[in-house]
């Protein structure tokens, strides 16, 4: 089974627009309701049995259950007959809000994330049908539950093995955008590792370095854009809160912020494809983003997208491409020498590998990457022997078929011929 999201801009008509806006509203309104359900019955256990705290006091029943995923969609349903307005919206637009309140409460719990948080207006970006009908999509745009036929930008045709499985729309600051997850009944195995090894090192002072030696600099058109937004935050504070001009200005920042995440992604994707085009593997150190984040230069590496890169750009180009991708320890990389594995130690401010043992001189960022290279080859090795000769068969097939999903890209047509 073949998954995979694609978006589309919508050019939905006023009625459309304001049709959107209310059911955000509506649901806006049921997370905010649902997380203070949670939230009561987090601090009605918050102090022990035999003691009251001393600001206030949760009254709960002591033997009242947490208030879950199926309890809150029952009591969702029952306060339907209250409150009209929940009548207005499909039921499973709905319950798909407090699937999401659940996933992030979980995430919570398990420490990988914060405290879901209150919504104010507008802070509600984007609700889910998470049932289409079969055919759903047609060229004029897409048929969606309560809205009727809403207009689309289609910018590329869904290949015809796909189903529409679920439809989200997205309010963004350049407009509404839906995302259409795509299903497909076929098994595309991941690429076998073959072909020209290439590990891969990401940082901040070169976005990343290969170990053939390319070092790639963050483009310089981020820096254009941040000062733009620089110069709109600092008007921002001459504006009265709320008022008309404020929105405005607030509006065009939102649109600022936007066109440096598109710009981002579109160098990541063409980034991938360049890093693809003559290999046939790729290693990445498995790192956790979330962390670096935390320290000193979280800033930075927010603002490079590292990780969104290594985690989810580049292993999505390598599998449509049929580039082997792997993960390999991160520990220590930058001090081992990549010719003679010797110790070498650096600190963050050696800039160039110097082996003391065999006296190979190289950038760090390269040596790092050929140390990952090593390692990357070396877990293939271990881990399945590479067993090549059945495999090459099942292989050029289900290329083809990839490329029927995919359209023709250049590596896979290489590879084919
Ligand atoms: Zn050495």
């Known amino acids: 089974m073949l998954n995979m999201t694609w978006e589309f801009k919508l050019e939905p008509t006023e009625a459309q627009v304001s049709g959107i ?15 203070r359900e949670r ?13 009251c705290s001393i600001r206030q006091e949760f009254i709960l029943p002591a033997d009242a259950s947490f208030p879950s995923y199926a309890r809150q969609c029952k009591s969702l349903t029952a306060a339907k007959a209250d409150f009209p307005r929940l009548k207005t919206v499909n039921a499973q637009v709905l319950q798909q809000v407090i699937r999401k309140l659940e996933a992030s409460w979980e995430s919570w719990r398990l420490k990988r994330s914060g405290l879901p948080r209150f919504k104010q207006p507008r802070r509600m970006r984007s609700f889910a049908f998470p049932q289409m009908l079969k055919n759903c999509v047609t060229p004029d745009g897409i048929k969606l539950p309560q809205l009727g036929l809403v207009k689309v930008r289609w910018s590329r045709d869904i290949p015809d093995l796909f189903e529409v499985k679920q439809a989200r729309i997205v309010r963004k600051a350049s407009g509404y955008f839906v995302m259409l ?3 497909a009944e076929v098994d595309v195995p991941a690429a076998v590792p073959h072909g020209h090894p290439v590990g891969i090192d990401v940082g901040l002072e070169y976005f990343l370095s290969t ?10 058109f981020f820096d254009r854009l941040h000062r733009k937004l620089k110069l709109l935050q600092r008007r ?11 929105l405005k200005l607030q509006q065009k920042i939102g649109r600022v912020h936007q066109r440096i995440a598109d710009h981002r992604k579109d160098w990541h ?6 890093l693809c085009d003559g290999a046939g593997m790729i290693f990445v150190e498995d790192l956790d983003f979330r962390i670096m984040a935390k320290g000193m230069l979280g800033k930075h590496m927010l603002d490079a997208g590292l990780g969104q890169f290594t985690n989810q750009i580049l292993p999505w180009v390598c599998f449509k491409r049929d580039v082997y991708y792997g993960k390999v320890d991160p520990r220590g990389t930058s001090q081992e020498c990549p010719d003679c ?11 160039i590998h110097h082996c003391h043992n065999c006296g190979s001189i190289k950038p760090r960022d390269v040596a790092a990457a050929q140390v ?12 399945c022997g590479v067993d090549a000769a059945g495999a090459e068969v099942t292989r050029s097939s289900w290329l083809a078929l990839k490329q029927e999903i995919f359209g023709a890209t250049q590596g896979i047509t290489t590879h084919i011929a």
């Open 372 to 383: 990952i290279n090593t390692r990357g080859q070396r877990g293939i090795e271990t881990a």
């Open 236 to 246: 921002l504070k001459t504006k009265q809160k709320g008022s008309a001009n404020w």
């Open 211 to 220: 170990s053939d030696g390319e070092q790639v600099k963050r483009p310089r």
């Open 341 to 351: 594995e010797v110790e070498v130690r650096k600190t963050l401010s050696t800039r």
């Open 21 to 35: 806006e209310d059911i955000l509203d509506v649901c806006r309104n049921v997370w905010n309701f649902a997380l």
């Open 181 to 183: 997850s795509l299903q």
């Open 39 to 51: 939230k009561d019955w987090l601090d009605s256990r918050k102090s022990p049995v035999n003691a």
């Open 269 to 274: 994707f063409k980034l991938a494809h360049h």
